[in-house]
C-alpha cells in the first residue's frame, strides 16, 4: 500500500492517462466500446476530482496559504471545465472525436503536471504525519486502482 498522498494520486493519474487512450481508440471504432469505454474515464475522473476536491483541496485556506489556495482554486476550475466538457459529449453537443478526446488528453496531461509537479509534493511537505495519515485513509476509502 501506498503510504504517500502523491503515490495514490499519480497512479490514480496513470489509470486515467489509459483510460483516455482506450475511449481515443473505441472512439475511433466508433462501436459499443466507446461508450463503456467513456463511461468508465468519466467515472474514475469523478472519483479523482471526489477525492481530490474533498479530502485534500480543503487543507489550503484562502489568506494563510494563499499561493497554495490560488492554485487550488484553479485546478477547482479545471475539474468544472473538464466535466463541462464530458457532459457535453455524453449529451452529444460536443462530438466524441480523436480530436476532441485529444484534447481532453491534453488538458488532463497539463492539470496532471501541475499536481504532480506542485500541488502533492508541497502537501506532502506542509501536512502534518497526522493529516497525511487523514488524508490517506480517506483516499483508500475510495478504491482508485480501477473498476
Do not use: C
Amino acid at each position: 500500500m501506498a503510504q504517500k498522498i502523491s503515490e495514490l494520486m499519480i497512479s490514480h493519474h496513470a489509470l486515467i492517462e489509459v483510460l483516455v487512450a482506450v475511449f481515443k481508440d473505441e472512439a475511433a471504432k466508433d462501436g459499443a466500446g466507446a461508450k463503456e469505454s467513456f463511461d468508465k474515464l468519466k467515472w474514475e475522473l469523478e472519483k479523482h476530482f471526489f477525492i481530490e476536491e474533498n479530502a485534500l483541496f480543503g487543507f489550503y485556506i484562502k489568506g494563510v496559504h494563499q499561493e497554495m489556495y490560488e492554485l487550488v482554486a484553479e485546478l477547482e476550475n479545471e475539474h468544472k471545465m473538464v466535466r463541462k466538457f464530458l457532459k457535453e459529449m455524453e449529451d452529444g453537443v460536443q462530438e466524441k472525436s480523436e480530436n476532441n478526446i485529444s484534447v481532453l488528453g491534453n488538458v488532463l496531461v497539463k492539470h496532471r503536471e501541475k499536481e504532480e509537479q506542485v500541488l502533492y509534493p508541497k502537501m506532502e511537505k506542509d501536512m502534518s504525519a497526522l493529516q497525511k495519515e487523514t488524508v490517506i485513509k480517506r483516499i483508500n476509502e475510495i478504491p482508485i486502482k480501477g473498476s
